[in-house]
T-cell receptor
Framework: ETGVTQSPTHLIKTRGQQVTLRCSSQ?????VSWYQQALGQGPQFIFQ???????GRGNFPPRFSGLQFPNYSSELNVNALELDDSALYLC??????????????FGSGTQLSVL | KQEVTQIPAALSVPEGENLVLNCSFT??????LQWFRQDPGKGLTSLLL?????REQTSGRLNASLDKSSGRSTLYIAASQPGDSATYLC?????????????FGKGTHLIIQP
């Protein structure tokens, strides 16, 4: 059973650019969610995908978008990067049987620096 | 809107001590609460998930309790070891259905002195 993997591990971009982060879910998991963690803070929920559709979103602007593929892997896209987008981006997968009670399994994250 | 607070923000204790980390949440209509561990620059590792119907959950030297009525959870670590040094985060769901993700506290940064 493979865990959640994210790529790349580190990324440096300049303000205004676009970035794509990737996540492979743990085997057998059908739900993926993305979180942004600024230094010294807890992770903040960006959005969640279930069976290739976004079914929940946090307080993030539309320039944060995502995709989930048939194999349940996922991408996070951020357009028009701002300095405040510098953070650790975490992907988490789970198997959604019913509403709630599923454990989340996190990847090691992508550290994004916007200069 | 769910808000999660963790106390203390940081804790440094000698090896071998038993310790308690505290977590409070504002919306008690939750179906579970999770505790995670995070090592510097790394992702999160799930430690314990307590369902709303449970009052506590145990894994090895870790015990987590949940009191929905008071909006509190505690993580008890017995016989602490230097390898327990990490940041511990608790997280509560933003809605009953789970599709709105989790709200995390800022964490308790724990240092166990050898």
């Amino acid at each position: 059973e493979t865990g959640v993997t994210q790529s790349p591990t580190h990324l440096i971009k300049t303000r205004g650019q676009q970035v794509t982060l990737r996540c492979s879910s743990q085997s057998g998991h059908n739900t993926v969610s993305w979180y942004q963690q600024a230094l010294g803070q807890g992770p903040q929920f960006i959005f969640q995908y279930y069976r290739e559709e976004e079914n929940g979103r946090g307080n993030f602007p539309p320039r944060f978008s995502g995709l989930q593929f048939p194999n349940y892997s996922s991408e996070l896209n951020v357009n028009a990067l701002e300095l405040d987008d510098s953070a650790l981006y975490l992907c988490a997968s789970s198997f959604r049987r019913a509403a709630g009670n599923e454990k989340l399994f996190f990847g090691s994250g992508t550290q994004l620096s916007v200069l | 809107k769910q808000e999660v607070t963790q106390i203390p923000a940081a804790l440094s204790v000698p090896e071998g001590e038993n310790l308690v980390l505290n977590c409070s949440f504002t919306d008690s209509a939750i179906y579970n609460l999770q505790w995670f561990r995070q090592d510097p620059g790394k992702g999160l590792t799930s430690l314990l998930l307590i369902q709303s119907s449970q009052r506590e959950q145990t894994s090895g030297r870790l015990n987590a309790s949940l009191d929905k009525s008071s909006g509190r959870s505690t993580l008890y670590i017995a016989a602490s070891q230097p390898g327990d040094s990490a940041t511990y985060l608790c997280a509560a769901p933003n809605s009953g259905g789970g599709a709105d993700g989790l709200t995390f506290g800022k964490g308790t940064h724990l240092i166990i002195q050898p």
